[in-house]
């Protein structure tokens, strides 16, 4: 950089990515905010579902048999729901590195 001009383009230019790098940060927290609602409105209406067919089970065997596959398929949607979070924070770091990763290929 050999003038002014030069670092204050070289200064604009690495402020507008990381804008944009902080707006893909933004855009990758807004999904998985509505991927926590979405599990969160499921995971209850799953709850209430199985809290109705406890209140009918008309043997303890019954009401265990009832629990246990509501168990497993509670944890079957939460590991689903979680790995499905952990890949939209994963996609939305390197969304969010790349206008930082171009300002300085750019600046070496």
């Known amino acids: 950089m050999s003038s002014f001009e030069d670092i204050q ?22 999904s998985v905010i509505a991927e926590i609602a979405d599990y969160s409105k499921k995971a209850l209406e799953a709850n209430a579902a199985v809290f109705q067919k406890l209140s009918g089970a008309k043997s303890l065997d019954t009401a265990l048999e ?8 509670a944890y ?30 750019r600046a070496s």
Do not use: M, N
């Not at 383009?9 to 807004?30: C, I, N, P, R």
């Open 66 to 73: 009832i629990h246990s596959e509501f168990a497993k398929t």
């Open 9 to 30: 383009k070289f200064t604009k230019d690495t402020f507008d990515k990381q804008v944009e790098s902080f707006g893909e940060l933004q855009k990758g927290a807004q």
């Open 76 to 105: 079957e949607s939460l590991v689903h729901h979680l790995t499905k979070v952990g890949t939209i924070a994963t996609d939305a770091a390197k969304d969010a590195y790349k206008p930082i990763e171009a300002a300085i290929s």
